[in-house]
């Protein structure tokens, strides 16, 4: 029982982002870094009273401490975005110890429910090297998936339908995405948006997507290989033809109406709009550099306008305990465990049907 309370502990601490230091100042120095250090190698235990002040400062129920996996996760090929190193060490422990949670708690009810599905990963054999690569590598995944020439309702839903484990967690605004494997399972990591526009979200998801499809060249640099991903999910959001339809040959502005009807049909953003259009030889360089400024100038990028009606938001986790509570298979303690809840927590959710 100590090892195992030792271990949540430890899971819950980087999961909150706190060093021991900044843990003990949290509880106010009842405890020191020493003891705190010692509750973690299994050495003590803490009384009941500071394992309730544990959970509330770290934000999880007190049965998470004393609770065993049913499953044990090792992440691989685990890969933040670039641009991503600016957020500290902390925080992808955090993002990575909450990714591990999540799957923990989501395979583990895969385990209790027998449930072996089957996955529809894509895969991209040809070497990519530059924008047409990443081009015919959208077209292909597009044919692949019967996705056709019309707008993705749910990027995310897609993805999950796919096969693939699509994580929300919170972080810092400076983290947008992350992918990694488990145990031969794709995961694409989100940062969760409380509100606004999910135009961003869609089209990480998307990026993240590259990052498992795609094979680079070697010559290719760390920001060359991004800038092909973003390639990648401009052309997935919104395809060569329908883009060339839509918006025409040889423009030399837009207007900020016409932006936000492509944005509202298409779930794609201002910028990768102007990135499209230059791609595809719809504006020159010096359009392109003209509307980025203007873009900036008019800090349109604070509070973009126009909204694309989706919630890109996993659902597939909380559809199994839902399903799994229902059947009988798991307990409402169960269901609340797996959900991250407290058991009152979950109760409030229950509105049971006839």
């Known amino acids: 029982?100590?090892?195992?309370?030792?271990?949540?502990?430890?899971?819950?601490?980087?999961?909150a982002g706190l060093s021991l230091q900044s843990l003990a100042d949290k509880l106010?120095?009842?405890?020191t870094k020493q003891s705190l250090n010692k509750y973690e190698q299994g050495k003590m235990k803490p009384d009941s009273t500071l394992i309730l002040r544990l959970a509330n400062i770290l934000?999880?129920?007190?049965?998470?401490?004393?609770?065993?996996?049913?499953?044990?996760?090792?992440?691989?090929?685990?890969?933040?975005?670039?641009y991503s190193s600016k957020i500290k060490k902390t925080e992808e422990d955090a993002i990575i110890e909450k990714t591990r949670d999540f799957l923990e708690r989501f395979i583990g009810l895969e385990k209790?429910?027998?449930?072996?599905?089957?996955?529809?990963?894509?895969?991209?054999?040809?070497?990519?090297?530059?924008?047409?690569?990443a081009e015919d590598a959208a077209n292909e995944l597009r044919k692949l998936w019967n996705l056709g020439y019309d707008p993705i309702p749910d990027v995310v839903k897609m993805l999950e339908d796919k096969g693939y484990l699509v994580i929300e967690v919170e972080a810092s605004k400076d983290f947008d995405g992350m992918k990694a494997d488990v145990d031969g399972r794709k995961v694409i990591v989100l940062r969760q948006y409380n509100n606004g526009d999910m135009v961003r979200k869609r089209f990480t998801a998307l990026h993240e997507l590259s990052h498992h499809s795609l094979v680079f060249s070697d010559n290719l640099s760390d920001k060359e290989k991004e800038k092909l991903c973003h390639v990648f999910a401009s052309a997935v959001l919104y395809p060569e033809?329908?883009?060339?339809?839509?918006?025409?040959?040889?423009?030399?502005?837009?207007y900020q109406k016409e932006l936000e009807m492509v944005k509202e049909r298409w779930g794609i953003s201002f910028p990768a709009i102007f990135n499209r259009a230059l791609r595809l030889g719809i504006i020159n360089d010096y359009v392109y550099r003209n509307l980025n400024m203007d873009y900036r100038a008019r800090r349109l990028h604070i509070?973009?306008?126009?909204?694309?009606?989706?919630?890109?938001?996993?659902?597939?986790?909380?559809?199994?305990?839902?399903f799994a509570l229902g059947k009988g298979i798991i307990s409402v303690n169960d269901a609340a465990f797996y959900a991250?809840?407290?058991?009152?927590?979950?109760?409030?959710q229950i509105h049971q049907m006839a």
């Not at 029982?1 to 819950?12: E, G, K, P, S, Y």
């Not at 106010?28 to 405890?31: F, I």
């Not at 839509?246 to 030399?252: T, V």
């Not at 991250?340 to 409030?348: A, D, H, L, P």
């Open 1 to 15: 029982m100590n090892n195992i309370f030792a271990h949540r502990l430890i899971a819950a601490r980087k999961m």
């Open 28 to 31: 106010g120095n009842v405890v």
């Open 59 to 82: 934000n999880v129920p007190v049965d998470y401490f004393f609770a065993s996996p049913e499953v044990e996760i090792c992440l691989s090929n685990v890969d933040f975005r670039k």
């Open 112 to 133: 209790v429910l027998n449930l072996q599905e089957s996955s529809e990963y894509f895969e991209y054999s040809k070497i990519i090297s530059n924008t047409d690569d």
């Open 241 to 254: 033809e329908m883009a060339i339809k839509e918006l025409h040959r040889d423009r030399f502005q837009f």
């Open 303 to 322: 509070n973009e306008p126009g909204t694309f009606l989706s919630e890109e938001k996993p659902v597939k986790f909380e559809r199994l305990i839902w």
């Open 340 to 348: 991250g809840k407290s058991v009152w927590e979950f109760r409030e």
